[in-house]
């Protein structure tokens, strides 16, 4: 009884452990791995373990920034059971990445966390870091930003937009090309399964007194949406750097 005690107060818990067979993953494919279980000084009734996928964005209060970890999923993947003294149990688990996922590059991180929901005590957890490459038809978009346009990437961070929700957005600098018209274009994608839609911010480097009066109001961005199918990315890299083009060249 006082071992069940101390175990329901949170010492002696059992302990967890998450193995996957793969942590270079892509948007849409499989994630698999295996929890293993360690039973802790006394019995303990388990109510379920839980798999989140996360990851953590910036956000703003009081002019002062922070990160907040988001829980982009959740993956129950046992029902009830008990979990013996010094015990040993080992269960698989296998979901899709989701295609929104974002890739791990710049700031971005994203983890798998694993949780043991244990009734009136502490909650044993386990996190394993993803490296998550870009889904192929955010990497046909940035390879034309990047490798035919120009634009350097500077700066990657997932971040809580009030008017856009948590997105990753990508900061670029502009290309000699574009050099004279902007200070820098920022980029958030949305993924769908046959397109992708970009939300680009074009920040139009300031030109005299009007430029400078327009940059000081915060009129001198433009907010664009523009959608790619997947007939249309399947053309290349080229083709949607000739659109992102015009677009820019049109809002720049």
Not at 133 to 153: C, S
Not at 190 to 204: A, G, M, S, Y
Request: charged share 30%; net charge negative; proline share 4%.
């Amino acid at each position: 009884m006082f071992k069940k005690l101390l175990a329901s107060m949170g010492i002696g818990n059992a302990k967890v452990d998450t193995q996957l067979e793969n942590d270079q993953l892509t948007p849409g494919s499989n994630v698999k791995g295996k929890v293993n279980i360690q039973g802790g000084s006394a019995e303990q009734q388990v109510d379920r373990i839980n798999v989140f996928l996360m990851t953590e964005a910036v956000r703003e209060k009081d002019d002062k920034k922070y990160y907040e970890k988001i829980a982009m999923q959740k993956y129950t993947i046992t029902d009830s059971f008990v979990i013996g003294e010094g015990e040993e149990k080992q269960v698989d688990f296998e979901f899709l990445l989701p295609i929104q996922t974002p890739p791990t590059i710049g700031r971005t991180k994203v983890w798998i966390q694993t949780g043991l929901d244990i009734p009136q005590a502490i909650d044993p957890k386990d996190r394993d870091y993803l490296e998550v490459e870009a889904h192929p038809y955010m990497e046909t978009v940035l390879n034309a930003l990047t490798n035919n346009l120009g634009f350097h990437l500077r700066e990657v961070e997932m971040e809580y937009s009030s008017r856009l929700g948590y997105v990753q957005e990508f900061e670029f600098s502009p290309s000699p090309e574009f050099r004279s018209d902007l200070d820098e274009l920022e980029c958030v994608f949305f993924i769908r399964e046959d397109q992708i839609e970009l939300v680009l911010q074009v920040d139009r480097r300031a030109k005299g007194l009007g430029g400078l009066f327009a940059e000081a109001i915060g009129t001198d961005e433009s907010n664009v949406r523009v959608s790619f199918t997947k007939a249309e990315l399947e053309k290349g890299t080229a083709h949607i750097a000739g659109e992102l083009r015009g677009l820019i060249r049109q809002f720049g």
